[in-house]
Antibody
Framework: EVQLVESGGGLVQPGRSMKLSCAAS????????MAWVRQAPTKGLEWVAT????????YYRDSVKGRFTISRDNAKSTLYLQMNSLRSEDTATYYC?????????WGQGVMVTVSS | IMLTQSPATLSVTPGESISLSCRAS??????LHWYQQKPNESPRVLIK???QSISGIPSRFSGSGSGTDFTLNINRVEPEDFSVYYC?????????FGSGTKLEIK
């Protein structure tokens, strides 16, 4: 059974940093690109970032470029999202997803609240 | 690529058959996928590549379309189907979602 379990969320002040993790199991992690998708409270879904199987290629939405870094550790079957210079508009539930051209598996999500 | 979903909200009675629309701002071939999100749950994929079924998804869900116009059909809506539906394109970066259609009980 595919499982994606996020951790690392919480309350953070504007301008500070936070790192999310996603522990994957139930599939060959190194064989799939992975992604983060977020959802602000009462809003729709928004793709954030994607990383290739090896980690050699990464893609970001414009609003997080230069502030967020997606990475992975295939030996640990873990996906990460380092978020720097956080803004109030980054407040959202962040979902770890497996990317199979579509998002075929989703974690339960982790809430990030950016507020002073 | 912008995806426009309509209607924003649809009120129906269980047992009705419905169609939800997703229109792309430019041609995306069949690189369009549909998701369902129930309250306080993570989204799940319903249909991939416009019309391909997903294992474990009830057969009352089907999709059609190509290019810029896509439709998600639900044949005889069940009580558990009342949720929000999103379309998403994988034709080009950035990956984008539609704003969603909320299916509610009339």
């Amino acid at each position: 059974e595919v499982q994606l379990v996020e951790s690392g969320g919480g309350l953070v002040q504007p301008g500070r940093s936070m790192k999310l993790s996603c522990a994957a199991s139930g599939f060959t992690f190194s064989s799939f690109p992975m992604a983060w998708v977020r959802q602000a409270p009462t809003k729709g879904l928004e793709w954030v970032a994607t990383i290739s199987t090896s980690g050699g290629s990464t893609y970001y939405r414009d609003s997080v470029k230069g502030r967020f870094t997606i990475s992975r550790d295939n030996a640990k079957s873990t996906l990460y999202l380092q978020m720097n210079s956080l803004r109030s508009e980054d407040t959202a539930t962040y979902y770890c997803t497996r990317l199979n051209y579509h998002f075929d598996y989703w974690g339960q999500g982790v809430m990030v609240t950016v507020s002073s | 690529i912008m995806l426009t979903q309509s209607p924003a909200t649809l009120s129906v009675t269980p047992g009705e058959s419905i169609s939800l629309s997703c229109r792309a701002s430019q041609s995306i071939s069949t690189n369009l996928h549909w998701y369902q999100q129930k309250p306080n749950e993570s989204p799940r994929v319903l249909i991939k590549y416009a019309s391909q079924s997903i294992s474990g998804i009830p057969s009352r869900f089907s999709g059609s379309g190509s290019g810029t116009d896509f439709t998600l059909n639900i044949n005889r809506v069940e009580p558990e189907d009342f949720s929000v539906y999103y379309c998403q394109q994988s034709n080009s970066w950035p990956l984008t979602f539609g704003s969603g259609t909320k299916l509610e009980i009339k």
